[in-house]
Each structure stands twice: as structure tokens, then as C-alpha cells.
């Protein structure tokens, strides 16, 4: 836990230090906070107001200081602290990567276990065919058609917005999907490799039923990798699903993410870009700790190192 602990924070300290870096490498941030017929004594207060005028490393310093106390700075559109704008946002973003990790699983799982069961079969063939459409579609334009059929020409959802679970259904199905194809495809490559062991032959020898064979033993030592999959998955999800966001215009991190970006409002930018990568290295060492409680075996050899 400390090893990974160190990892993650030193990490994070990477990625705070970048977007400072980039930050001031795209221009002088005060030219975005004044007008164009701005004379340069505006410019100059300017600087002095925001501590524009210090050395680059006094600066950092005072940036850093600022990130660790929560102190994200002021949008310049909204003239509100950055911290309070995401607040608004990550709830939404946080609904809609629960419900998208809930499909990835459900469907992802289980066409994965039904493959890997019936391998060489027509319901593998059909299986791994879903999968390639699903990881092979883009998510604009899958996203564009569940508008046009299920909200244009049904009318049975609503084509965008926040609200109740209509709302939130094309949503997690395009974002959901896309991730559930690659755990179909990892769960069935996985439980392959399972099935073929000899402790899974013993088991069936002893008269255990297949469903116990493969839910008791197989799924759980399968699991690892699906577990990462799914763990670096929801990391993704949580820092914004730009594309899907958009498109459905969901009031999440990744849409705020956007009308900074449109906008030049680079503290939003920077803040959004340093809550995503906190949640993101917050989640794998979530999954990393899950490792021991999946696989005993692995808490033996940390043991041991």
C-alpha cells in the first residue's frame, strides 16, 4: 500500500507540474483577462493582481500551495472558483460512469463467460462479432444514431439533458457499450486460459456442476485482468467522457472540459485536467488494493517482498 501510495502521489505531482508548465507555455495568461484595446499599464495590473509578475518558480511555489489547500483559482468566464464549478459537474460525470461501468459489466461479463463456454461455436462467433462492432464503432456516431432512432423516431427518450433515468439510458448504453466490448473480449481470452487448468478438470471430476466450476472457481482467477480493464475504465469515465458528454449535452466534467477549452478559460482547464488525473490514480490504486482480496495468492508474495 505505501509503494503504491508513493507512486500515485509522486504521479500526481507529474501532472500538476506539467499543466503548470504547459499553462504558461501557450502565451501570457493576463492577455486572456483583459480587452483588445487594453493598454499595457492594464496588462501590468493585471499581472501584479494574479501574481503574474513573480519569478516562474515563485510561481510554482505558490501554485502548488494553492492545488494542495484545494485552491484551483477563478474561471475567467464564470468568475467562479474552478473548485466550485467541478463540484457542480462531477456529480453528473459520477452517475453517468456508474451506470456505463454497470453495462460494461453485465455485458461485457457475460458475453465474455457465454464465449468462452461455447468457443468455436456460433454463439462465440456471434459474441466476439458484437464485440468488434462495439470497439470498432466510434461513440459520436453511435451516440448520434440512438438520437435519431430512439429519440427523432420513437420519441421513447430524450435526446439530451440532465434529469431523471430516461435521461441517462443512451448515455451509459454508448459509453458502456464501448468498453463492454473489450471486456467481452478479455473475459473470454481469460476464462480460456482458466478452463484449461488442471485444478478446473479436477473439479468437474469430483462431480462439482459447471456452473460452480465456472462461477466459484474459474471467473474469480479469470478476473485480474478484467478487474484492470474495468478499474482503468471507470478512471476514464470519471475524468470525463468529452465525446459522449457532448453529444448528449450531459453537464459533466468532460463538457465543462470543452467550453473551456472553446473559451481560453484555462484555469477550468488546468483544474478539470488535475481532478481527472487525481480521481484516475485514485481508482487504480483502489483496483491495485482489490488485487490481494481477489487473489489470495498475491498477498503472499507482497508478504514475502
Same mark, same amino acid.
Given at each position: 500500500?505505501?509503494?503504491?501510495?508513493?507512486? #500515485?502521489?509522486?504521479?500526481?505531482?507529474?501532472?500538476?507540474?506539467?499543466?503548470?508548465?504547459?499553462?504558461?507555455?501557450?502565451?501570457?495568461?493576463?492577455?486572456l483577462?483583459?480587452?483588445?484595446? !487594453?493598454?499595457?499599464?492594464?496588462?501590468?495590473?493585471i499581472?501584479?493582481?494574479?501574481?503574474?509578475?513573480?519569478?516562474?518558480?515563485?510561481?510554482? !511555489? $505558490?501554485?502548488?500551495?494553492?492545488?494542495? $489547500?484545494?485552491? &484551483?483559482?477563478?474561471?475567467?468566464?464564470?468568475?467562479?472558483?474552478?473548485?466550485?464549478?467541478?463540484?457542480?459537474?462531477?456529480?453528473?460525470?459520477?452517475?453517468?460512469?456508474?451506470?456505463? &461501468?454497470a453495462?460494461a459489466?453485465?455485458?461485457?461479463?457475460? &458475453?465474455?463467460?457465454?464465449? !468462452?463456454v461455447? $468457443?468455436? #461455436?456460433?454463439?462465440d462467433?456471434?459474441?466476439?462479432?458484437?464485440a468488434?462492432?462495439?470497439t #470498432?464503432?466510434?461513440?459520436?456516431?453511435?451516440?448520434?444514431?440512438?438520437?435519431?432512432?430512439?429519440?427523432v423516431?420513437?420519441?421513447?427518450?430524450?435526446?439530451?439533458?440532465?434529469?431523471?433515468l430516461?435521461?441517462?439510458?443512451?448515455?451509459?448504453?454508448?459509453?458502456?457499450?464501448f468498453?463492454?466490448?473489450?471486456?467481452?473480449?478479455?473475459?473470454?481470452? #481469460?476464462?480460456?486460459?482458466v478452463?484449461?487448468?488442471?485444478?478446473i478438470?479436477t473439479?468437474? +471430476?469430483?462431480?462439482?456442476?459447471?456452473t460452480?466450476?465456472?462461477?466459484?472457481?474459474?471467473?474469480?482467477?479469470?478476473?485480474?485482468?478484467?478487474?484492470?480493464v474495468?478499474?482503468?475504465?471507470?478512471?476514464?469515465?470519471?475524468?470525463?467522457?468529452?465525446?459522449?458528454?457532448?453529444?448528449?449535452?450531459?453537464?459533466?466534467?468532460?463538457? &465543462?472540459?470543452?467550453? +473551456?477549452v472553446?473559451?481560453?478559460?484555462?484555469?477550468?482547464?488546468?483544474?478539470?485536467?488535475?481532478?481527472?488525473?487525481?480521481?484516475?490514480?485514485?481508482?487504480?490504486l483502489?483496483?491495485?488494493l482489490?488485487?490481494?482480496?481477489?487473489?489470495?495468492?498475491? $498477498?503472499?508474495? +507482497?508478504?514475502?517482498?
Amino acid at each position: 500500500m505505501i509503494r503504491r501510495l508513493a507512486f #500515485s502521489l509522486t504521479a500526481m505531482a507529474g501532472v500538476v507540474t506539467i499543466v503548470f508548465v504547459l499553462l504558461h507555455a501557450t502565451g501570457d495568461p493576463a492577455a486572456l483577462l483583459v480587452t483588445q484595446d !487594453a493598454t499595457q499599464q492594464d496588462m501590468e495590473a493585471i499581472r501584479q493582481e494574479y501574481g503574474l509578475d513573480k519569478p516562474l518558480l515563485v510561481q510554482y !511555489a $505558490r501554485f502548488i500551495g494553492h492545488v494542495a $489547500r484545494g485552491d &484551483l483559482g477563478y474561471s475567467y468566464y464564470y468568475g467562479l472558483p474552478v473548485t466550485e464549478l467541478i463540484v457542480e459537474h462531477i456529480g453528473a460525470t459520477f452517475e453517468l460512469a456508474v451506470a456505463s &461501468l454497470a453495462v460494461a459489466i453485465v455485458l461485457g461479463v457475460a &458475453l465474455g463467460m457465454v464465449a !468462452a463456454v461455447r $468457443r468455436g #461455436s456460433g454463439v462465440d462467433t456471434a459474441a466476439m462479432t458484437v464485440a468488434l462492432l462495439g470497439t #470498432s464503432m466510434p461513440s459520436f456516431w453511435l451516440g448520434l444514431l440512438l438520437i435519431i432512432i430512439f429519440g427523432v423516431k420513437l420519441g421513447w427518450l430524450p435526446v439530451s439533458g440532465f434529469g431523471g433515468l430516461e435521461h441517462l439510458i443512451m448515455p451509459a448504453a454508448v459509453l458502456g457499450g464501448f468498453y463492454a466490448a473489450q471486456v467481452t473480449r478479455l473475459t473470454r481470452t #481469460s476464462l480460456l486460459e482458466v478452463l484449461a487448468q488442471d485444478y478446473i478438470r479436477t473439479g468437474r +471430476a469430483k462431480g462439482l456442476t459447471g456452473t460452480v466450476v465456472l462461477c466459484k472457481h474459474a471467473l474469480r482467477n479469470a478476473a485480474l485482468p478484467v478487474l484492470t480493464v474495468l478499474g482503468l475504465s471507470f478512471g476514464q469515465m470519471l475524468g470525463g467522457a468529452i465525446i459522449v458528454e457532448s453529444i448528449f449535452a450531459w453537464p459533466g466534467m468532460g463538457r &465543462l472540459a470543452v467550453q +473551456a477549452v472553446l473559451g481560453r478559460d484555462f484555469p477550468v482547464v488546468q483544474g478539470a485536467t488535475i481532478i481527472g488525473a487525481a480521481v484516475f490514480l485514485t481508482v487504480n490504486l483502489a483496483v491495485d488494493l482489490t488485487y490481494g482480496w481477489v487473489d489470495p495468492r498475491l $498477498r503472499s508474495f +507482497a508478504q514475502r517482498t
